[in-house]
Structure formats: structure tokens, C-alpha cells
């Protein structure tokens, strides 16, 4: 297997990865949809009935993210309880530069600039384009950080603007929540097809079965397919942030020792309990994880991504 040394290695293979799990998540879903019908009817049988389950889904999933990405940056930051600075605000006028001079870095416009009335270490990013994007930073992170260390988490913020990484997360929130709230239906169907009203008990019977079908199909997905791809998908970005925020700042040394920081104390209380809002934060916002959390959670290990950070050598061309 070939080793990745550099930031240029680390990009690439991260976002092959990511392109490839994307598209995993409509395959699988098609797919199991399509065999689960066909263990209880025709191949023909099978073939309508998922078309005809996944071209709503897909139709509900296109609305839904149309709307999440209207309105989904402000609700995050709502949540967060955050407030925006500028640079006229004298207390948080540095802060505003940092932001700022790391954005020029970037080559990306300046985002909004918000602070989360949080003691705790962590920060996000949202915004559906570069342009009207918004980076979050709790006051502990900024009172507890170096000024190299925040600029090394801007960093990282900066790099997830700029891969588009929220507006890729947003989509696959939208799209599993949908599946959820489809499921649910489906399974009130199920419990009305328990009990046939129509005369014609046999087909209404089959109707049942394959309904029950297409239900496992969504619960499999749902709960087993979608937050393992998940986990791959948002821990892929996470490595790619890190890495291109190395690279912006050209101080993967200060990334690595402000994650040992955070690692201390990440949790956010108003984000506590929102778990989609769980990958958006550089460090898992909630309370301590039990071993199956750490085994699917959306960060991979912070150790893990201090190694490599201490690994890299950035490019001096």
C-alpha cells in the first residue's frame, strides 16, 4: 500500500474515497429495496415495486434538500445560540482578522464570523456556497487557544468551506432523514394491511408481505447501511480539513496541539443532545461516547488525526 506523506496525497485520496461513498448511498438503497421484494415476489414484481418506492423517495429527498439548503445554515446557527461579530466590534476585532487573513490564505471570500456563548473547545462552519458561508467559534476556543493553534482551526473551518463539505453533509442529513420519515409511513400501511377491509383477502395478504419487505428494506438502510456510510463519508472529510487546513496555514504543528486542546473539553451544551449537527463541529460536540458511539462516530479518533497531521510535510512550492 502506498504511504501518504504530503498534503497534496492526503487531498486526493481523501476526496476519491468520499466521491465513491456517495454514490454508495442511492446503489445500496436501490438494492436493497430491490431484494428484499424479490424474496417475496416475481423478478418483474420486484423491479416495478422498486421503482415505484425509489423514485418517490428520490422526489421527496430533492424537495427536502431544496429546502435544508434555504434555510439549514441560519437554523444551525440558531441552535448553537450564536452570535455574529464584525470587524467593527472592538472586543473581537483580532478574531475578525484572524478570520480574515486566513480566508485571504484560502483564497476564499471572508466568512460571517459568529461566537457560541460556550466555555467548551469547538467550532463549525456552514453556508451553502464559499460566498455565504459562516465560521462559529465558542468563546473557549478562542480564550484557551495560541493564536497559531486558532489560526489552525480556522484553518480547518476554512477548508470545509471551501470542499464543500457542509453543503455534502446537509445533503446526506436530508436524504437519510427523509428515508426515516418514509419508513414510518410505510410501517402505518403495514399495520393497515394487517387487517383487510377489501374482500379480496389473498392480494391484499401479498400487498402486506411485500409491503412488510420494502419496510425492512428502509430499516436496514436506515439504521445499519446509512451510519456506517455516514461515519466514512464525514471521517474522510474530517483527515481532507485537517490536511488543507495544514496546508493553508503551513502549520500542521499548531492543527495537531490545538485537536490535543480540544480533545479536552468539546463538548457544547446547546449542541448536546442535535447529533446531526455532530459532523459540522471539528470535535464530537456532545457528551462522552460509549465504545459502539466511538465505533460509529462521524470524527475519527483525535489521536489518530494528530499523527497524521505530525506526519505530513507540506510542500514548499
Known amino acids: 500500500m502506498t504511504q501518504i506523506t504530503t498534503v497534496y496525497d492526503h487531498i486526493r485520496h481523501n476526496n476519491i474515497t468520499t466521491a465513491l461513498l456517495v454514490v454508495m448511498f442511492p446503489c445500496i438503497f436501490i438494492g436493497l429495496v430491490f431484494l428484499f421484494t424479490w424474496a417475496v415476489t416475481p423478478m418483474p414484481n420486484a423491479i416495478n415495486t422498486t421503482i415505484s418506492v425509489a423514485v418517490p423517495t428520490l422526489i421527496i429527498c430533492a424537495i427536502w434538500m431544496v429546502i435544508s ?124 394491511a394487517r387487517h383487510p377491509r377489501s374482500s379480496d383477502n389473498d392480494n391484499q395478504s401479498n400487498y402486506g408481505t411485500i409491503l412488510l419487505m420494502v419496510w425492512l428494506a428502509f430499516m436496514v438502510f436506515n439504521f445499519i447501511i446509512s451510519p456506517l456510510l455516514r461515519m466514512a463519508v464525514s471521517r474522510n472529510r474530517e483527515y481532507m480539513a485537517d490536511a488543507t487546513g495544514a496546508y493553508i496555514t503551513r502549520d500542521p504543528d499548531s492543527l495537531a496541539s490545538a485537536l490535543h486542546k480540544i480533545s479536552t473539553d468539546s463538548r457544547v451544551e446547546s449542541l448536546d443532545a442535535i447529533k446531526s449537527m455532530s459532523a459540522a463541529c471539528i470535535a464530537f460536540p456532545g457528551s462522552p461516547r460509549s465504545f459502539i458511539g466511538n465505533i460509529m462516530a462521524t470524527h475519527p479518533p483525535i489521536q489518530q488525526r494528530i499523527q497524521r497531521l505530525k506526519s505530513m510535510t507540506i510542500p514548499t512550492t
Do not use: C
Not at 109 to 129: M, Q, W
Open 69 to 192: 439548503w434555504a434555510f439549514g445554515d441560519s437554523m444551525m446557527l440558531h441552535t448553537a445560540g450564536a452570535y455574529e461579530i464584525s470587524p467593527t466590534d472592538k472586543q473581537n476585532r483580532e478574531i475578525f482578522r484572524a478570520v480574515e487573513n486566513t480566508a485571504l490564505a484560502a483564497g476564499l471570500p471572508t466568512p460571517r464570523v459568529y461566537i457560541i456563548p460556550d466555555e467548551s473547545l469547538n467550532a463549525f462552519a456552514t453556508g451553502r456556497t464559499p460566498r455565504d458561508a459562516s465560521i462559529a467559534l465558542t468563546h473557549g476556543i478562542i480564550k484557551k487557544l495560541s493564536p497559531a493553534e486558532l489560526r489552525g482551526v480556522i484553518a480547518h473551518e476554512m477548508a470545509h468551506i471551501g470542499n464543500r463539505d457542509i453543503r455534502l453533509d446537509m445533503l446526506i442529513i436530508t436524504g437519510i432523514g427523509v428515508t426515516v420519515y418514509i419508513s414510518d409511513i410505510l410501517w402505518r400501511h403495514i399495520i393497515y
